[in-house]
């Protein structure tokens, strides 16, 4: 064999300058040549340990393998048969978290790109043009309706009707995908490869229906007397605000306005799509996970001249993932670390114009065991603005819960599950991802989705 | 490279079918379409979003009538920009992007005793299916209907059908009182009449106005609120209204609020954040 690489096969990407000019996907994923010579870094363990780091188990070293060998179908229907999602999990996963933080090899040199080699043979399915459809188990004569086109309602989706249930999915918005569509954007995750996925659940005989608000158009009873289950993957809602002065400027937005405007509504390409978004010159985005590194190269792309996160903590304690991180920093975008907002001031129009920031330092470390800011006395000082961005987090999506009371919330107002079945408080409902544990990621909702599937599919089988 | 998916091979519900649109008055129309799940569920206050055609934005719009065997709802709409000229176009046999309903809460119905609704612009029609409920429930209703004069005005005959009394104010005088209903309504009161609850439908300088006149008078004010809306599920935040100090979400926690406790400053602001990019829009 070949001696191996102690680093990664890099990936080719656009680079950082032309990229902000263009809402075009960053990186350009691996050729087969690239993705070889990276299936041969993996040394094929007898006892992996990347797969533990996985939420849905992919069998790892199975489909790296398969690359290796350059048996490409082969290695598609094998990472399928855990992960519907491959093209998605391959781009978004935090994988430095997850997989690859376990990789043997990662421990004296980087570890396997997991997650590119997952993107490429999705990619590389998607291009050939030939998705095979998976047997499906003969009609059970059961009827599913999933409500969220949500990664984790697309998981239960594709589970079940592979199981021989009749599935039907409700969404509220005029396209399926969830945060996939609305929240993630384009430069991140092309759209075209979430209707891909939806398209395939479609043709394996799962029924679509958009702008359906569950709760409003039909009740969790409703279905209940049409269907003989129901899950709920709804996700986040209501998004958090400082709750400081001047928030309700003109200028200010929440993360979820923000970019839904830019990416559901298409706003970057205004004025042929008719949904306005305030192009700024000067962005200065509060928080600091990926939502927030999302929101602050959205703004770049759209025109801004200095595009600025504002975060509380320090470097070290910022929850986006590390690769956002970096292509933030490669962009342009400025950091203003240990700054916490204390007011936004606005001209006499209520038009955003400064957002004042208490000057912080690190204390003790908290609960999470990360170290606490504490304020500076008298260090306050202004960042001029002419855009806003809150970008601090949401609670779970709150419309079937205020229209279903029999349904048992926590105190945050996620719906409470069983984690073993995915079952609630409420006979025959089930429900996963962000809507019961919180803001999370896509593969955990998948993995809670994979978890309901199972509990749905034994709740119908024994049930007579 | 990017493959474009329409929206009709994704998705399975039929679309949308427009049975009827007319223009009421110069740029008021009035639109039923087919929508059978909607009307099965439509209550006095609730409201629909469309998007006329693909690139149109999420436009909430007030249901004005509905009927729930044929199925069918009613709305009226105000031509103002791109996506209601996009709308406006659109005439029977066609097909809506996307209608999405019935949102929001609706309109608390009991009997309160004498009731007044003033409608003003879109709000003549909002107005109208919450006067019936409230006339259903024993309530003695007056409806205040507004306009800059007397051809703008519509469904006069509806409003007198379900009322006890409708009051009509133009700018111009050419019918009924010469001035504003918030006028009028301010010497109604002044004459020492009792009205018990007081509900407001339309732009928001009239409702904050309404509110301004009940509120020397203790009366129990509800304003439908119309911030910009994105979602409609209580997802993107754009909808938020302060009502006594709490921040609100318009789409799941109104639309209809206590007149007396808005921060009308915030929401008169917030109503203008796009007016450049909407002279855009209309260009194209
Ligand atoms: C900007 C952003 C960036 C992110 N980046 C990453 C990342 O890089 N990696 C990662 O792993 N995770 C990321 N996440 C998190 C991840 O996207 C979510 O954890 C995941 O999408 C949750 O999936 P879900 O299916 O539970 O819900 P969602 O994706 O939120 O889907 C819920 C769906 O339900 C619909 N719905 C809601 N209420 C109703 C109703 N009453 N009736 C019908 N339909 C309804 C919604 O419209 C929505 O389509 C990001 C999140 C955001 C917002
Ligand atoms: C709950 C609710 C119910 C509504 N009911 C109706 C209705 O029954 N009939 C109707 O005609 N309109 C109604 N509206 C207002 C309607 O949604 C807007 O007129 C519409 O979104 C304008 O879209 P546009 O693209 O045509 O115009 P835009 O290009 O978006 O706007 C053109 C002009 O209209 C103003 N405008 C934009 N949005 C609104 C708004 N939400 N309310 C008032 N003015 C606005 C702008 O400031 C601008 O000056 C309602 C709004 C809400 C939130
Ligand atoms: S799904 Fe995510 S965690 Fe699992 S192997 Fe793929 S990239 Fe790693
Ligand atoms: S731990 Fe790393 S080297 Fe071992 S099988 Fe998994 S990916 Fe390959
Ligand atoms: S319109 Fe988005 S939260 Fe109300």
């Given at each position: 064999?070949a001696?191996?690489?102690p680093?990664?096969?890099?990936?080719?990407?656009?680079?950082?300058?032309?990229?902000?000019?263009?809402?075009?996907?960053?990186?350009?994923?691996?050729?087969?040549?690239?993705?070889?010579?990276?299936?041969?870094?993996?040394?094929?363990c007898?006892?992996p340990?990347?797969?533990?780091?996985?939420?849905?188990?992919?069998?790892?070293?199975?489909?790296?393998?398969?690359?290796?060998e350059?048996?490409?179908?082969?290695?598609?229907?094998?990472?399928?048969?855990?992960?519907?999602?491959?093209a998605?999990?391959?781009?978004?996963?935090?994988?430095?978290?997850?997989?690859?933080i376990?990789?043997?090899?990662?421990?004296?040199?980087?570890?396997?790109?997991?997650?590119?080699?997952?993107?490429?043979?999705?990619?590389?399915?998607?291009?050939?043009?030939?998705?095979?459809i998976?047997?499906?188990?003969?009609?059970?004569?059961?009827?599913?309706?999933?409500?969220?086109a949500?990664?984790?309602?697309?998981?239960?989706?594709?589970?079940?009707?592979?199981l021989?249930?009749?599935?039907d999915?409700?969404?509220?918005?005029?396209?399926p995908?969830?945060?996939?569509?609305y929240?993630?954007p384009?430069?991140?995750?092309?759209?075209?490869?979430?209707f891909?996925?939806?398209d395939?659940?479609?043709e394996?005989?799962?029924?679509?229906?958009?702008?359906?608000?569950?709760?409003?158009?039909?009740?969790?009873?409703?279905?209940?007397?049409?269907?003989?289950?129901?899950?709920?993957?709804t996700?986040?809602?209501l998004p958090?605000?400082?709750?400081?002065?001047?928030?309700?400027l003109?200028?200010?937005?929440?993360?979820?306005?923000?970019?839904?405007?830019?990416?559901?509504?298409?706003?970057?390409?205004?004025p042929r799509?008719?949904?306005?978004?305030?192009?700024?010159?000067?962005v200065?985005?509060?928080?600091g996970?990926?939502?927030?590194?999302?929101?602050?190269?959205?703004?770049?792309?759209?025109?801004a001249?200095?595009?600025?996160?504002?975060?509380?903590?320090?470097?070290?304690?910022?929850?986006?993932?590390?690769?956002?991180?970096?292509?933030?920093?490669?962009?342009?975008?400025?950091?203003?670390?240990?700054s916490?907002?204390?007011?936004?001031h606005?001209?006499?129009?209520?038009?955003?114009?400064?957002?004042?920031?208490?000057?912080?330092?690190l204390?003790?470390?908290?609960e999470?065991?990360?170290?606490?800011?504490?304020?500076?006395?008298?260090?306050?000082?202004r960042?001029?603005i002419?855009?806003?961005?809150?970008a601090?987090?949401?609670?779970?999506?709150?419309?079937?819960?205020?229209?279903?009371?029999?349904?048992?919330?926590g105190?945050?107002?996620?719906?409470?599950?069983?984690?073993?079945?995915g079952?609630?408080?409420?006979?025959?409902?089930?429900?996963?991802?962000?809507?019961?544990t919180?803001?999370?990621?896509?593969?955990?909702?998948?993995?809670?989705?994979?978890i309901?599937a199972?509990?749905?599919?034994?709740?119908?089988?024994?049930?007579? | 490279?990017?493959?474009?998916f329409?929206?009709?091979?994704?998705?399975?519900a039929?679309?949308?079918?427009?049975?009827?649109?007319?223009?009421?008055?110069?740029?008021?129309?009035?639109?039923?379409?087919?929508?059978?799940?909607?009307?099965?569920k439509?209550?006095?206050?609730?409201?629909?979003?469309?998007i006329?055609?693909?690139y149109s934005?999420?436009?909430?719009?007030?249901?004005?009538?509905?009927?729930?065997?044929?199925?069918?709802?009613?709305?009226?709409?105000?031509?103002i920009?791109?996506?209601?000229?996009?709308l406006a176009?659109?005439?029977?046999?066609?097909?809506?992007?996307?209608?999405?309903?019935?949102?929001?809460?609706?309109?608390?119905?009991?009997?309160f005793?004498?009731?007044?609704?003033?409608?003003?612009?879109?709000?003549?029609?909002?107005?109208?299916?919450?006067?019936?409920?409230?006339?259903?429930?024993g309530?003695?209703?007056?409806?205040?209907s507004?306009?800059?004069?007397k051809?703008?005005?519509?469904?006069?005959d509806?409003?007198?059908?379900?009322?006890?009394?409708?009051?009509y104010?133009?700018?111009?005088?050419?019918?009924?009182?010469?001035?504003?209903?918030?006028?009028?309504?301010?010497?109604?009161?002044k004459?020492?009449?009792?009205?018990?609850?007081?509900?407001a439908?339309?732009?928001?300088?009239?409702?904050?106005?309404?509110s301004?006149?009940?509120?020397?008078f203790?009366?129990?004010?509800?304003?439908?609120?119309?911030?910009?809306?994105?979602?409609?599920?209580?997802?993107?935040?754009?909808c938020?209204?302060?009502?006594?100090?709490?921040?609100?979400?318009?789409?799941?926690?109104?639309?209809?609020?206590?007149?007396?406790k808005?921060?009308?400053?915030?929401?008169?602001?917030?109503r203008k954040?796009?007016?450049?990019?909407?002279?855009?829009?209309?260009?194209?």
């Amino acid at each position: 064999m070949a001696k191996i690489s102690p680093r990664k096969t890099p990936m080719r990407e656009q680079p950082a300058k032309e990229r902000i000019k263009n809402y075009d996907e960053v990186p350009f994923g691996y050729s087969h040549e690239e993705a070889i010579v990276e299936a041969q870094r993996c040394l094929q363990c007898k006892n992996p340990k990347c797969i533990d780091g996985c939420p849905v188990e992919i069998d790892i070293p199975g489909f790296i393998k398969f690359i290796a060998e350059k048996k490409f179908r082969e290695g598609v229907n094998l990472l399928k048969e855990k992960n519907i999602l491959p093209a998605i999990c391959g781009r978004v996963c935090p994988q430095e978290d997850q997989c690859e933080i376990k990789c043997i090899v990662g421990i004296k040199n980087e570890p396997v790109a997991i997650g590119r080699l997952e993107r490429f043979l999705a990619d590389w399915e998607r291009d050939e043009d030939e998705i095979e459809i998976p047997p499906k188990s003969k009609s059970t004569g059961k009827k599913v309706v999933i409500v969220g086109a949500g990664p984790a309602g697309i998981t239960v989706a594709a589970d079940l009707v592979r199981l021989g249930h009749k599935v039907d999915i409700f969404e509220a918005l005029h396209q399926p995908g969830g945060v996939l569509v609305y929240g993630i954007p384009e430069f991140r995750l092309p759209k075209a490869i979430v209707f891909k996925e939806i398209d395939f659940l479609k043709e394996m005989g799962v029924r679509l229906f958009t702008d359906s608000v569950i709760g409003m158009v039909k009740s969790i009873d409703e279905l209940l007397n049409e269907y003989d289950a129901t899950f709920l993957g709804t996700g986040a809602g209501l998004p958090w605000f400082l709750e400081v002065p001047g928030e309700n400027l003109n200028g200010i937005y929440s993360a979820n306005e923000y970019l839904t405007r830019a990416n559901l509504m298409k706003a970057y390409l205004f004025p042929r799509y008719k949904t306005p978004i305030v192009r700024g010159k000067r962005v200065a985005t509060v928080g600091g996970g990926n939502v927030a590194m999302d929101c602050a190269r959205t703004a770049l792309r759209l025109g801004a001249e200095k595009s600025i996160i504002v975060y509380r903590r320090s470097r070290t304690e910022m929850p986006a993932r590390d690769e956002e991180i970096h292509h933030a920093e490669e962009e342009g975008i400025i950091f203003k670390f240990l700054s916490n907002p204390a007011a936004f001031h606005g001209d006499k129009n209520r038009w955003v114009k400064e957002v004042e920031c208490v000057q912080m330092k690190l204390g003790e470390p908290d609960e999470s065991g990360r170290r606490r800011p504490v304020p500076i006395p008298d260090a306050n000082f202004r960042i001029p603005i002419d855009v806003g961005i809150i970008a601090i987090g949401n609670s779970p999506n709150p419309l079937i819960p205020s229209t279903t009371p029999d349904i048992e919330t926590g105190k945050w107002g996620n719906i409470i599950t069983d984690p073993e079945t995915g079952k609630t408080s409420k006979p025959g409902v089930f429900a996963g991802g962000d809507v019961a544990t919180g803001a999370a990621t896509v593969i955990l909702a998948m993995g809670a989705g994979k978890i309901a599937a199972r509990g749905i599919h034994d709740y119908l089988m024994n049930k007579t | 490279m990017i493959k474009v998916f329409s929206l009709r091979k994704l998705k399975n519900a039929d679309m949308v079918e427009i049975l009827e649109r007319i223009q009421i008055a110069p740029n008021v129309h009035s639109c039923t379409v087919e929508a059978p799940d909607v009307a099965r569920k439509a209550l006095p206050g609730q409201f629909v979003i469309i998007i006329p055609d693909e690139y149109s934005e999420r436009t909430p719009i007030t249901i004005a009538d509905w009927d729930a065997k044929k199925g069918t709802i009613t709305f009226i709409f105000l031509e103002i920009g791109a996506s209601t000229q996009k709308l406006a176009e659109l005439n029977s046999g066609d097909l809506i992007y996307s209608f999405t309903g019935p949102l929001g809460k609706p309109m608390e119905i009991k009997k309160f005793g004498t009731v007044a609704l003033v409608g003003g612009c879109y709000g003549i029609g909002g107005i109208y299916p919450v006067a019936r409920a409230l006339k259903k429930s024993g309530n003695k209703v007056i409806c205040f209907s507004e306009a800059r004069s007397k051809f703008l005005l519509y469904w006069n005959d509806k409003l007198e059908e379900v009322s006890d009394e409708v009051r009509y104010a133009t700018v111009d005088g050419s019918l009924g009182i010469k001035g504003h209903s918030h006028d009028d309504m301010e010497e109604y009161l002044k004459a020492g009449k009792k009205i018990d609850r007081v509900i407001a439908i339309g732009c928001t300088f009239m409702m904050y106005r309404v509110s301004e006149v009940t509120r020397p008078f203790g009366i129990d004010t509800i304003v439908s609120m119309n911030p910009v809306m994105i979602d409609g599920t209580g997802m993107c935040g754009a909808c938020r209204v302060v009502v006594d100090g709490e921040t609100k979400f318009a789409c799941v926690d109104g639309p209809h609020f206590e007149g007396h406790k808005i921060d009308w400053d915030i929401i008169m602001s917030r109503r203008k954040a796009y007016l450049e990019e909407e002279i855009i829009s209309q260009e194209r």
